[in-house]
């Protein structure tokens, strides 16, 4: 199955790169693209635990899907996790 799921906090490559690289750690997740522009990751899955797994990882790292809680603690790691993806690039 494919989806793209519309995430909040998404601003820049830096976010782009550690969202690239925490999603590929799931098995079972092919086909990875993030979207600056939509503010959007697509990607292709087997099982719908996949799915799940995903949109918790993106959670946990600061990249809530749009409609989620957004709270301070959740942007805060946004920004922990875009600097990282700079320095990592």
């Known amino acids: 199955m494919k989806t793209t799921i519309e ?10 790169n550690t969202i690239i690289k925490r999603l590929s750690e799931i098995n079972d997740l092919s086909k990875l693209t993030v979207n600056n522009d ?13 799915l799940i797994k995903a949109k918790e990882l993106l959670n946990n790292i600061g990249y809530p899907v ?17 600097a990282v993806g700079r320095i990592n690039n």
Request: hydrophobic share 25%; net charge positive; charged share 20%.
């Open 7 to 16: 995430i909040q906090n998404l601003k820049c490559e830096g976010c782009a």
């Open 38 to 50: 939509n503010h959007s990751v697509s990607f292709n899955y087997e099982h719908e635990n996949t």
């Open 66 to 82: 749009v409609g989620d809680k957004n709270g301070l603690t959740r942007k805060a790691k946004s920004f922990v996790s875009c």
